[in-house]
């Protein structure tokens, strides 16, 4: 017999205010449940709690353990907990925001309620109100918490495991030919030209640009070490003779002093847009020097998968963008970027840090 208003007995017991069998167990994480039996006498009781515990079982011998009732909000949180020290501050925010104002809105429920319909309808409804790169960023962010809910055992699969983001467009790939680059660094003022040069000699955003310190700079093995990027990655990064003489053509600093001091992104982007605009190059915005590097390594012979490690691209998707470009095209070109970083050679600079000094 179970016990009434009480204690329960073989985990089955009846409550006052709710009519009806109620079971108690423990969960594979050791929290005690309680459930309410859809049975007509205590012998039915008996044997759905006793299939239940099966089900349990059954789930914990596979790997799986029984979803938690875990709202999906409380998901989120904890994700964004578990991701801030791996992103950098810029791709913190900008998951934040996705998180805080698309996804937690629209999976306003238990995490385990989530099914993959629910997946597929998100995407359509997003891809009405905007673009298809966004929606697939947006479902990447979704894709990892759910995969993140499935190792902190609050669901056994992932319901958005295998869904497809709708196809984004090919990406906008406009890049400098050798004259205009030339004519853009003559054209910089001098505090913004190792900046632009460093920029389209290496294929950094800017952000890792602006951000490298002296201590990031290994000069015996000719490479920058990034400890931080925009997918919450270290990347390191390798000079070519030229990456050399932009670095050579700064002042030398403390190992925490920043290369650039501190100049912010937007002075950067406002006075090169003015630059262009005054050497009539159309069309052309500051993160088209990283597709400008990416363009001119992938006709100089450098395939899709090389290109995307110096990038720092972790989907080949985003570099298969440069795929068309042929070969050939800057066989003779590239001889001539020689030429292009002559405002370098016209520097006598003193170097610490290691950095020998010489006329370049």
Not at 33 to 43: D, E, H, M, S
Not at 179 to 184: D, I, P, R, V
Not at 192 to 201: E, S
């Amino acid at each position: 017999m179970p016990r009434k208003n009480g204690q329960p007995r073989d985990g089955i017991y009846t409550r006052k205010d709710r009519p009806g069998f109620w079971m108690s167990y423990v969960d594979a994480q050791g929290r005690r449940k309680q459930k309410k039996l859809n049975a007509a006498n205590i012998t039915i009781a008996k044997d759905l709690r006793a299939a239940e515990l099966r089900k349990i079982e059954h789930a914990k011998a596979l790997g799986f353990t029984p979803a938690s009732d875990e709202q999906f909000a409380e998901l989120a949180k904890r994700f964004l907990e578990y991701q801030k020290p791996r992103l950098s501050d810029a791709s913190f925010i900008r998951e934040t925001g996705i998180v805080n104002k698309q996804l937690i809105p629209f999976f306003n429920c238990q995490v385990k309620g989530i099914r993959r319909q629910d997946v597929q309808r998100y995407i359509t409804e997003r891809s009405a109100e905007t673009s298809a790169h966004s929606v697939s960023k947006e479902l990447n962010v979704l894709k990892h918490a759910l995969r993140m809910a499935v190792e902190w055992e609050i669901i056994p699969v992932n319901p958005a495991q295998g869904v497809k983001a709708p196809k984004v467009p090919a990406g906008r790939v406009r890049y400098l030919q050798p004259t205009e680059l030339k004519a853009l660094l003559e054209a910089c003022p001098d505090w913004l030209r190792p900046i632009v040069a460093l920029l389209v000699c290496t294929g950094m955003r800017r952000s890792e640009v602006l951000g490298l310190r002296w201590l990031d700079v290994d000069v015996t093995h000719k490479r920058v070490i990034l400890p931080q990027t925009k997918n919450g990655e270290g990347r390191i990064v390798y000079l070519n003779e030229l990456g050399m003489m932009v670095l050579a053509s700064l002042p030398a600093g403390e190992p925490g002093d920043k290369l650039f001091g501190n100049v912010t992104p937007e002075q950067v982007s406002v006075r090169f847009a003015r630059v262009c605009v005054a050497l009539k190059i159309e069309n052309f915005r500051l993160h088209d020097l990283r597709h400008t590097a990416a363009s001119w390594l992938r006709m100089s012979g450098a395939d899709i998968h090389t290109v995307a490690l110096v990038l720092g691209h972790k989907d080949l998707r985003m570099t298969a963008r440069y795929s068309h470009l042929s070969p050939d095209y800057l066989a003779d070109a590239m001889g001539k970027l020689d030429g292009v970083f002559g405002a370098y050679r016209d520097h006598s600079v003193t170097k610490e840090k290691g950095l020998t000094t010489k006329k370049l």
